[in-house]
DNA sequence: GTCCCGTTGCAGCC
DNA sequence: GGCTGCAACGGGAC
């Protein structure tokens, strides 16, 4: 007699009913039982730099989930398991007597050692693996084996694809699912090791409920952001499958926007509507499948074609090439592992002395802090990450990103340019940080790569094209729309000044509301009913300057994040700095310290709350690793008087 | 060795 | 809106 299949699906980034080859997978079975799970590690929750967005819109993926499971079974629903699925996993196979687990493929390196251990797990315990791949166009292990190593060009994946088998039409969701099983379970709850608590500036509470196996009602119900103990989200992006369902069709609705869509002259500056799809964060959490977003564009570009000859645009600036970028960036952290999303060790990425370099750590190699090699990039750094660098087109990007969780491509890149080789010369890894933190579409790989890609250390070596925080902006929105949604005390100056408002008279300046001040701590003037904005905290073109030649310099250079000058620190006799030392700061590069050594200081990436763009915070929020105080008219840093610089 | 190209620069000129 | 010079990179095709 044959045993009928038990069966524990475990959703993880596919978080949809429609186009799952994991779940059909699961159903051909034909189980008698069958688990939708999550596994919500608490050791994840606590330690992963995510802020109150992601975990919303994770939330909203899973109660939308959560709903459909139910109308396909009413007895159905998404068992979420608040434990390591490393722990959990072997109990519920005990428990519950599982026979099979079934689960997409993920190819993120931390998730391929999870993988690895749990199906470990599942051989010892007698239990059949069946994982499935449906997160990529193309399985990244097979775009890189094809390839011949990490996928670097979007040529290379092209060429690669062409050698692949087609990409698979999306499968229709489930009609119906097996009933789940009996959920009651004997099971000794294994509580996480002490917890790192790495958002603990968006937690409001320290939750006990949160810390049993099924949840404070034992219903193995999706947690609440309240229970998480984390402020409440500020986005107006919402996850969940059947949003971003209605998203797509609207979107196919219009075949002219799809078939001629083309990134580089989509508006960084549109809001209500944006420009793209932003479609992103539903690809992240899988509440969208790629092959559907795929085939339901490229079908509507061919039949636009037949109508409207040579008028569709092309890969890789069209809509389906921006999937082929998002594959590449897969290819490389497939091959990479690791090391894709650091520079240390990352053979790839090019060795540049930037400011506040990581300190990583002796055992996992993973950067756990960096090192104030300079104050004044630190609080740069600061003021880049609160929206107050006293550049409007920058700052109202990062307060875009830090309250709704997104921002058009091509303002990704202003930001990014600016924070590394077009302005502060700052460590890539120390913007890819924040990123993590406060993007609802952050992907490990994708991010990693575009910040080197940015910041010129991989896949883009053109680093003489910089981009103007004030000529970029002004070519997508002469009047400054923008700037006067996410800047609104700039709101009554003219267009003029809009993006260089220190340019304009003091006078007008009253008369238009808000004065250009300071530093970005000042709050008011004299108690008048006057706001203030700060001044921009550099000359522009002066570091412009700056960093091209010392990105010059790094290229002649010509080493590597694996080249072993770089991890014994004699990467510092191949710089002639000319004097540009450790405690030099203000201008030029700082000569960095990587590895063993360690700066005067250390900085650590904290979250700030995130709030409503009329109450956001100046830098202070963000807890100035250096300690600064106001002193008369100088920063007092830790005992240290840095003069303050002025334009 | 040379040439051409690379999803998304800028300023000045016409 | 399109062109060129800027001072100039790396990889691949030939």
Known sequence: MTVKPRVLYWFRTDLRLHDSPGLKAALDLYPEVLYPIWTWDPQYVYNTRVGPNRWQFLIDC???????????????????????????????????????????????????????????????????????????????????????????????VQSAAKKLPAVPRPLPAPLSLPDPGDTSFEIDHSLPEPLLDRNAGYRNSKDSSYMSIAGPNGDFAVPTLKELGITPATTPHR??????????????????????????????????????????????????????????????????????????????????????????????????????????????????????PSIYDDKTAYPTKYSIDSVEADIWFKRWQSGTTGFPWIDGLMRQLRTEGWIHHLGRHAVACFLTRGGCYIDWERGAEVFEMWLLDHEVACNAGNWQWLSATAFFSQYFRIYSPITFPAKWDKNGDFVRKYVPELGKYPAKYIYEPWKAPIADQKSWGCVIKGDGLDSDVNGLDIKVYPKPMFDFSER????????????????????????????????????????????????????SAVGSFTGEITGGDATSISELRPPEDLKLTAGRKRVGGQMKLDGMIQKKRRL
């Open 239 to 356: 996850g969940g499958e059947s949003i971003a369902l209605k998203n797509l069709a609207d979107l196919i609705s219009d075949p002219n926007y799809i078939a001629t869509f083309s990134k580089p002259e989509s508006a960084p500056t549109a809001f209500s509507p944006q420009s793209t799809t932003l479609l992103s964060p539903h690809l992240h959490f899988g509440s969208l499948s790629i092959r559907k977003f795929y085939w339901d564009t490229e079908d509507t570009i061919v039949s636009f074609s037949k109508r409207h000859k040579g008028k569709a645009t092309v890969p890789p600036t069209n809509l389906t090439g921006q999937l082929l970028f998002r594959d590449m960036y897969f290819g490389a952290q497939a091959s990479l592992g690791h090391k894709f999303g650091r520079m240390l060790d990352n053979p790839k990425c090019r060795f540049i002395p930037w400011h506040l």
């Open 62 to 156: 899973q109660n939308d989930l959560s709903t459909n499971i139910t109308k396909l079974n009413s007895k159905s629903k998404l068992f979420v398991l608040r434990e390591a699925p490393q722990t959990v996993l072997p109990k519920l196979f005990k428990a519950w007597r599982i026979t099979h687990l079934v689960f997409e493929k993920d190819t993120d390196a931390y998730a391929r050692d999870r993988d690895h251990e749990v199906t470990n797990l599942a051989k010892k315990a007698g239990i059949t693996i069946i994982c499935r791949q449906g997160r990529n166009l193309y399985d990244p292990d097979e775009l890189v084996d094809i390839n011949g190593g990490p996928t670097m060009t979007i040529a290379q």
């Open 544 to 595: 412009r300057k700056i960093c091209l030649d010392a990105m010059k310099k790094a290229y002649s250079v010509h080493i590597f994040g694996d080249n072993p000058e770089v991890k014994d620190g004699s990467w510092q006799e191949l710089f002639d700095n000319e004097g540009e030392g450790v405690t030099k700061g203000p201008v030029g590069p700082g000569a960095a310290v990587h590895g």
